[in-house]
């Protein structure tokens, strides 16, 4: 089992500088829009965002690679010096890299079975004032077109009174993702874009199956946008586009079959040896 530290801040933002050393050393270029729907920076504590009871939100990422994540948080805090908790699965915070690094930075942790103990956290933290960061496709989506959601983030959501903000992120997943290692050639000067989409707001008797249909639809349309002005233009079969559009990635079908194997074999439901 990995070491487990205290919740620290000052550990989070040795993450973030790290972040923006690596972008700066391979000269990524992250390409945000639609910060206008993002709240304004308000007022700090330090060099970080105050976190004000009432003032939380829901982070709802698409999940094509293993760095959206990074991208996401890495525009955020540019742009309002917020610290985003991230909804992890114990899966992760098992790995002996990873394990420490998001006890310290104060995730909220989904158990192999038992859920509902993270849901109430999440809310908690939500009420207190926290962004919290989901990934509602609860897994890579091989297809590169968001997948199925869970209804997870809607009813956070609607249970705190706080929004939900689509973020869309795409070309991190050039850079790594399932089936695919990080290779510096292909990570230099690589773009990638985050689109962050009109914040949706739910009332507590929400219909969270309907309204998380709704915010996959967001999400891909999200994506739609990123795609169309991406300012790398793919080879004929690239293994980064959708099928769809000329791609080599699996099918929706094909994604779906891998999706159910992955289900039979108990894949990220059991704790590592």
């Not at 709802?60 to 990074?70: C, K, Q, V």
């Not at 609860?138 to 609607?158: H, I, N, Q, W, Y």
């Not at 874009?193 to 639809?217: K, M």
């Not at 967001?218 to 293994?239: H, M, N, R, S, Y």
Request: glycine share 8%; aromatic share 10%.
């Amino acid at each position: 089992m990995p070491w487990h530290p205290p919740p620290s801040d000052r550990f989070y933002r040795l993450i973030v500088r790290l972040g923006q050393v690596l972008r700066w050393a391979f000269r990524i270029t992250i390409l945000p829009t639609g910060l206008e729907h993002v709240p304004a920076p308000g007022l700090r504590h330090g060099i970080a965002r105050t976190v004000v009871p009432g003032s939380g939100a829901v982070f709802a990422i698409t999940h094509f690679g293993y760095l959206d994540f990074a991208a996401s948080e890495l525009v955020l805090w540019k742009h309002s010096r917020a610290h985003m908790r991230f909804m992890i699965h114990q899966g992760a915070a098992d790995h002996w890299l990873a394990g420490p690094a998001i006890s310290a930075t104060n995730s909220v942790v989904v158990g192999y079975t038992e859920r509902a103990g993270a849901f109430d956290e999440a809310v908690a933290k939500l009420r207190s004032g926290e962004y919290l960061a989901v990934f509602p496709e609860a897994g890579v989506s091989r297809s590169f077109l968001v997948r199925e959601c869970k209804t997870g983030a809607v009813r956070m959501a609607a249970e705190a009174g706080v929004p939900v903000f689509p973020v869309s992120v795409w070309g991190a997943h050039r850079l790594l993702t399932r089936g695919q290692r990080f290779s510096p050639r292909r990570a230099w000067r690589a773009p990638v874009r985050v689109h962050y989409g009109e914040p949706l707001r739910f009332p507590p008797e929400v219909d969270a199956e309907r309204e998380t249909e709704l915010l996959r639809r967001t999400l891909q349309a999200g994506v739609d946008t990123c795609i169309a002005d991406f300012p790398l233009k793919p080879e004929p079969g690239a293994w980064w586009m959708p099928r769809h559009l000329g791609g080599g990635a699996p099918s929706e079908a094909e994604r779906q079959a891998l999706d159910a194997q992955d289900a039979a074999r108990g894949r990220r439901r059991t704790p590592r040896k």
